[in-house]
Each structure stands twice: as C-alpha cells, then as structure tokens.
C-alpha cells in the first residue's frame, strides 16, 4: 500500500473525523498543494479547503453519518468536486473520493480519500462551453433557417431563423421526427417531398433539395425555399447527423 500511495500522482491522505487533521498524506501533496506532507499533517481539512468547499464536504459528511441505519455496511463513500487551498494562496480543482468509517459502535472513526487534480479537464469543459456558446450565437444571428438531427431523423437544434420560418420553437420541436417540424411538400403536387435526413443519409454528401419545395408552417403558412442537407461527421468520418439549411425565397 505504501508503494502504491508514494507513486501515484493522486493524493491518497486519511484524516481522523473527531479533530479534521490529517493522519496521512502520500507525497504528491506537495505537487497539488505546495505543502510537504509533514506540512499538511499541521493542518485540518477545513484548512486545505476554499470556504464553499468545505460547506459542500460538510454536508455530505452530514449526510452521510446521519443516514446511517443500524445493520448498515460500515463504509459510505461519496465523491465530490472540492477547491483546495494552495501554498502559494491560489486554488487547484481536485476531485475527492472519500470513505467515511464507522467504529464497531456505529460512531464515525476516520474520513480514507483520493484527491485528484482536475485543473485540466476544468480547462477542458470552459473552452468546450465557450465554444458552444459561440456557436448558439452564430446559429441564432445568421439569417438562414438551420435544423440539425440526430442519425435517426429526430431534431436536435432548431435556430431562431428556423422558428420563424416553421413555427416551431427549439423547446418544442427537439426530439420530433423531422417531418413533423420541417413539413415540406411539392409546389406542383402538394405531395410531401422525400425526407432530407434520409436523403442525405443514403448520399452522404451535401444535398440540394429540389427547386419546387414548399414549406408549409404550424400554422399553415407555405412559403417557397431554397435548401440543403449536409451530413455531419465525427472524428473519425461517421456520420452522426445532419444539419439542414433554409432560406425563404418566395419573394424571389
């Protein structure tokens, strides 16, 4: 076990419940902290975590000691995203996977964990939102209806543009078959047009729908469009979906 605990790059660490102090902590605390383990064994939890996140640990520790029932297993264990206190006054996101033991009696003994720093996918999950806001900001500004769905034609993301245009809204409309929101038929006929999804499903390429299209909107408003399907792909080349973009050109 102790060959395990000073190699890893988690912080494996044992605090004693009745005083919060540290009873053990591996060396890579001083990597996540600035402490030296000797250092931290001065400190109580409440001392390694940023006020909000102590409030959170004391809660669970709460909870966790007072849904204990007699004949209960004798560990609880909870996992927890907690901001801890460097030397150097900054912070570190760590994830905590804590145990909380029970003496014979039922009392609470000793809190056994593993710390990890998450600062990377904390990182991670930021740019990713950011970059997903940047794209709802695109969808909603730009003047073209756009309509995305997943592999089996269920709708996905519904832009402003395309609300006006079919008279549903996003809240509506995700989960609905395609042909239940983007309801097109033939100018000519009035029959209903073969479904973009899967049109461009059995292509998988970008696909121009025909010149004659109709979109007949919730409320029954048919407006002439210009539109395309186009697959769209992961990273590794499969098709997860398709995004479909539309403008009204009944004026044209």
Known sequence: FRFISEHVEDVIWTADIATGKFTYLS???????????????????????????LE?????????????????????????????????????????????????????????GVTRDITERKQAEEALGAEKERLATTLRSIGDGVITTDVQGNVVIVNRAAEELTGWTQTDAIGHPLEEVFCIVDETTGAPCENPVANVLSRREVTEMDSRTVLVSRDGTRRNIADSGSPILNADGGIIGVVLVFRDVTEK
Request: proline share 7%; hydrophobic share 35%; charged share 25%.
């Open 56 to 112: 959170t640990a004391n809660a669970m520790l709460a909870n966790a000691i007072g849904s204990r029932k007699p004949g209960d297993d004798s560990v609880f264990r909870f996992l927890a995203q907690l901001d801890q206190r460097r030397k150097d006054g900054s912070s570190v996101p760590t994830e905590v996977a804590c145990s909380l033991i029970f003496d014979e009696q039922g009392r609470p003994l000793r809190l056994i």
């Open 27 to 53: 060396p890579s605390v001083q990597k996540l902290r600035g402490y030296s383990p000797e250092e931290c064994m001065q400190q109580t939890i409440a001392d390694a975590l940023l006020p909000h996140s």
